[in-house]
């Protein structure tokens, strides 16, 4: 399978991971934050964390494509290039609205 059109070009809302993925108050994201900050990722640095996902996407295949009345959502699982110099493997979800070409982050979790 391919990777993820357009990675290089992904959009990813500074919010998705300073008051999400990395945020240990949030609901959901608290034990995304716990997984990701024992690689080395940091709301500090959230912009290296922003990079590692469009890299992880440039670098792995989409491993399955949704269709919705929105757009398209793609996933894409490999290993996502950490700070600590480890890769653990994730799920990183993006979607492209209808009428885009860009994809923009959904989520990621460990896979």
């Not at 990777?3 to 945020?23: E, G, Q, S, T």
């Not at 295949?61 to 793609?74: A, L």
Request: proline residues 9%.
């Amino acid at each position: 399978m391919a990777v993820l059109k357009n990675a290089d070009r992904a959009h990813i809302d500074p919010a998705k991971i300073v008051d999400y993925l990395l945020c240990h108050g949030h609901p959901r994201g608290g034990p995304k934050a716990a997984f990701f900050e024992q690689f080395g990722f940091s709301v500090a640095d959230w912009e290296l964390f922003g990079r590692a996902l469009r890299s992880h996407a440039a670098m792995n295949p989409v491993d399955r494509t949704v269709s919705t009345e929105f757009g398209e959502i793609f996933e894409v699982i490999g290993p996502l290039p950490a700070p600590d110099g480890r890769s653990p493997r994730v799920l990183v979800v993006w979607a492209i609205r209808n009428g885009e070409d860009v994809p923009r982050l959904v989520t990621a979790v460990p896979a």
